[in-house]
């Protein structure tokens, strides 16, 4: 995939309610790890929603768990490694404030550790023949890491993002192959200015 760069500030008003964020791994060997694991260069999953005004950036980081954070200031953190994906026209049955709720009512909440832990255990390779992908949705009644959050948004949202894989089963690198969704373009290096003071909201 050819990487088309926009400057956040003429990506801001591209950018829609529910439109899925995947950041592209750091160097270092935890970053590495996490992308080689899910077969793509994406470590971390998120959703865009506007809020008064104001593009937020909805997810799950380990070490906060689930907040709102102003767009603007993790594209000015992370420039040219996160890339913007949208449902796909055909999929008329997304209600886009649904998935933007669902992420919302995880703001607050602890990060899915176990949840995390039980989707890396699937790729030692005994454990692989041992256990076959998990496919069940309803198994997924733990705390979510990042891509299990915005998986579980979307089908509340009335889209299967990844229909043969459970929520809690499913990666960055499975949402960026997901047949409902499409590659739009990356942010770039050009912040907008900081907005005021309410860079949180958890």
């Given amino acids: 995939m050819n990487a088309i760069l926009v400057s956040y500030r003429a990506a801001r008003a591209k950018i829609h309610d529910g439109d899925v964020l995947l950041f592209r791994h750091e160097r270092g060997i935890v970053g590495k790890t996490i992308a080689v694991a899910g077969r793509s260069p994406y470590v971390h999953a998120a959703m865009a929603a506007w809020w008064n005004g104001r593009l937020m950036c909805l997810e ?31 999929r008329r049955k997304f209600d886009r404030l649904a998935a933007v709720e669902a992420m919302i009512e995880i703001t607050g ?15 030692l390779p005994l454990v692989r023949f041992l256990f076959p992908p998990e496919t069940d949705d309803a198994a997924n009644g733990h705390l979510p890491f990042c891509s299990q959050a915005v998986a579980r948004a979307y089908r ?37 200015p900081a907005e005021p003071e309410e860079q949180e909201s958890a």
């Avoid at 799950?60 to 949208?86: C, E, K, M, N, Y």
């Avoid at 602890?110 to 832990?117: D, E, F, H, P, V």
């Fill in 60 to 90: 799950t980081v380990q070490g906060r768990g689930g907040r709102a954070v102003l767009l603007s200031t993790v594209a000015a953190q992370v420039p040219g490694r996160i890339d913007v994906f949208r449902i796909r026209r055909s």
């Fill in 109 to 123: 909440r602890r990060y899915g550790w176990w949840s995390l832990l039980r989707a890396g255990l699937v790729h």
């Fill in 156 to 192: 509340r949202a009335g889209v299967d993002p990844v229909p043969n894989l459970a929520d809690r089963s499913t990666e960055p690198g499975d949402l960026a192959r997901s047949a409902a969704l499409e590659y739009r373009f990356t942010l770039g290096a050009e912040p907008e």
